[in-house]
């Protein structure tokens, strides 16, 4: 979470205190909203000290690393850039004599406008961009050191377009249905929602109904979270893009059939659900209508959130891939499907929490996957220990980036999906 690094020595202190330290960006970039981001300054003085001016600013920055390396030599590494800069001269005594402040509390108020059409926080493995407010109190001399403070600013983006949607989970139906009409039957797909917090749960529904009485069986039911990650950067002509696959676990399933003819369809055991979507050869007789509620990796498992900024561009897909097996057909009929979705980041899940559908309450307790233990919403770990814990130089991170993606690309070759690409975080990112 953001903190405050405050000025501190014996005689004299200054820290930034600001009435929300989150910023929620609604809605697309487009949407022509305004954030206020309101503080002050604080000065706590022991002792009178001179000063010809104090100013806060707030100060947004985009930093990237190049493994290939970057440049007319491709030796240039990383790159950092200022994205975003307001300032706010908070006193000033320019053209006066040097003003003595006294002993004693100073406060100073500010207040930013913050336009919709910023970047959002991201913190990727290889592209970062932060914001941070700070003030410094310029004293005269040059022998004589300015006081600084700095004070980390969060910006979320949610999707709704105005501030009371997130507290009374009013937002616009994001749901997907796909109906495919097939020679032996007709399948229909509903993705309840296409916009989720990542490590919360996903809920995907299937329903296949044959058109006659031959012996239509589903063989797989494979569903794949695939993340495409664009880097650019304009001033050096480069361009960079991977992709990633994220195998979506099962949390639990449930019977969607009507009430009336569950009594005429055979019940699917829960070993043979988890098969089909696991294995290629489920072989589950039609019809089958079942509700599957998955579980969407988080930020530990280095998923991201979706973005909008063209330099660091991440999206995210959902790829459906249904077999079904036909009597006297050799070949297997396989519906393909790539869904666009949108993760928001792990710390809006609070606001987006799923709660149990009217559906669940009606049919019962749904089958769960075996797990004892209760499901509670995935803590974000502070990332100032997290960087801590796994500080490294920029060459270092270089290397066990790279080192990561053969490990990748040889999983993918043998034909495994990895649950994640289990890389340790980005290097910490100071300002210069």
């Not at 959902?318 to 666009?340: A, C, G, H, S």
């Amino acid at each position: 979470m953001p903190v405050s690094v405050p000025f501190l020595t014996g005689n004299k202190q200054l820290s930034i205190d600001l009435a929300e330290p989150i910023v929620y960006l609604r809605g697309p970039p487009n949407n022509p909203a305004t954030h206020v981001l309101r503080g002050e300054v604080v000065l706590v003085l022991s002792k009178p000290i001179s000063a010809s001016s104090i100013v806060v600013k707030i100060v947004g920055k985009s930093h990237t690393l190049w493994p290939e390396g970057i440049g007319a030599r491709g030796t240039k590494m990383f790159h950092e850039k200022t994205i975003h800069e307001q300032n706010i001269i908070l006193d000033s005594w320019d053209g006066h004599e040097d003003k003595a402040l006294p002993a004693g509390l100073h406060r100073y108020p500010f207040e930013f406008l913050l336009p919709n059409k910023l970047v959002e926080t991201i913190e990727d493995d290889l592209a970062k961009t932060f914001y941070f407010a700070s003030v410094t109190v310029h004293r005269p001399g040059l022998s004589v050191p300015n006081l600084k403070c700095r004070r980390d600013i969060l910006l979320l983006r949610t999707m709704s377009t105005y501030d009371g949607a997130l507290s009374s989970h009013n937002l616009p139906s994001s749901s997907i249905n796909v109906d495919r009409q097939l020679s032996c039957c007709e399948a229909h797909v509903c993705v309840e929602t296409a916009i989720v917090s990542s490590g919360t749960q996903f809920p995907i529904s299937l329903t296949l109904t044959p058109y006659t009485k031959a012996d239509v069986t589903l063989e797989s039911f494979n569903v794949i979270l695939t993340e495409q990650r664009i880097y650019r950067l304009p001033e050096y002509n480069a361009r960079r893009a991977e992709m990633f696959d994220f195998k979506l676990k099962l949390s639990s399933v449930s019977n969607i059939n009507d009430l009336g003819v569950r009594d005429l369809v055979k019940e699917v055991p829960l070993d043979q659900l988890k098969r089909v979507l696991m294995t290629k050869n489920a072989h589950i007789s039609l019809p089958f209508a079942y509700r599957f509620v998955l579980k969407v990796p988080n930020c530990v498992d280095d998923l991201n959130h979706t973005t909008h900024y063209n330099e660091i561009e991440l999206k995210h897909y959902l790829k459906i891939t249904i077999e079904l097996t036909i009597p006297d057909q050799i070949e297997r009929e396989v519906i393909n499907l790539e869904l666009p979705i949108t993760i928001l980041d792990c710390r809006l899940k609070e606001d987006y929490a799923l709660l149990p559908t009217y559906e669940e309450a009606l049919t019962g307790e749904p089958a769960n996957d075996g797990d004892s233990t209760t499901s509670v919403f995935f803590a974000c770990p502070c990332y100032l220990d997290y960087k801590k814990k796994r500080r490294r130089n920029r060459q270092q991170w270089i290397k066990v980036h790279q080192e990561g993606l053969q490990q990748h690309q040889q999983s993918d070759s043998n034909g495994n999906t990895s649950d994640s690409d289990n890389t340790p975080p980005p290097p910490p990112y100071h300002e210069k």
